[in-house]
């Protein structure tokens, strides 16, 4: 039995993350700010200084700020956009870490939805304990 307040979901999420990959994608730091809620909410994982909760778009925003600044990240590809009736993913690959200290990570972003904008996100890496290490304790 389908879901009606799904219909049309998957196809609105994926615009979305498309646009927002596109704009990631191209560095554009004012498509990408567009794109986020302003009951945003943003749940990062791990022990250390940007762990936990950052409700609202603009400290989302300035951890994401933090989280570059403290890392040295560099988007070097999207691997995947996928997008369901409620949510959708990106499967991004960074550089994080400066010269010869530089890594290669996988993380997975999971996304909700609302009135066409980014409004929630779950960010999973794919090694923690280098993320806590690069970012540093809480």
Same mark, same amino acid.
């Given at each position: 039995?389908?879901?009606p $307040? $799904? #219909? /049309? /979901? &998957?196809?609105?999420?994926?615009r979305v993350l498309d646009a927002y990959a596109a704009a990631w994608k191209s560095g554009d730091l004012a498509a990408i700010a567009a794109l986020y809620h302003d009951d945003f909410t943003l749940h990062y994982g791990g022990a250390n200084a940007l762990?936990?909760?950052?409700? /609202?778009k603009? #400290? $989302? !925003? =300035?951890v994401l700020a933090d989280f570059s600044r403290? =890392?040295?990240?560099? !988007? !070097?590809?999207?691997v995947d956009v996928m997008a369901?009736?409620? @949510? /959708?993913?990106?499967?991004? @690959? &960074?550089?994080?870490? *400066?010269? +010869? $200290?530089a890594v290669e990570v996988e993380r997975l972003l999971v996304y909700t939805i609302a009135d066409g904008l980014l409004r &929630?996100?779950?960010?999973? +890496? #794919? +090694? *923690?304990?280098?993320? +806590?290490?690069l970012i540093g304790p809480a």
């Open positions: 039995m389908s879901d $307040a $799904a #219909a /049309g /979901g &998957e196809d609105k999420v994926r762990s936990g909760v950052h409700a /609202g603009m #400290a $989302a !925003l =300035t403290r =890392t040295g990240r560099r !988007l !070097l590809d999207i369901g009736p409620r @949510r /959708g993913a990106i499967v991004a @690959r &960074e550089r994080l870490g *400066q010269d +010869d $200290a &929630e996100c779950w960010v999973y +890496d #794919a +090694d *923690q304990a280098l993320i +806590d290490r």
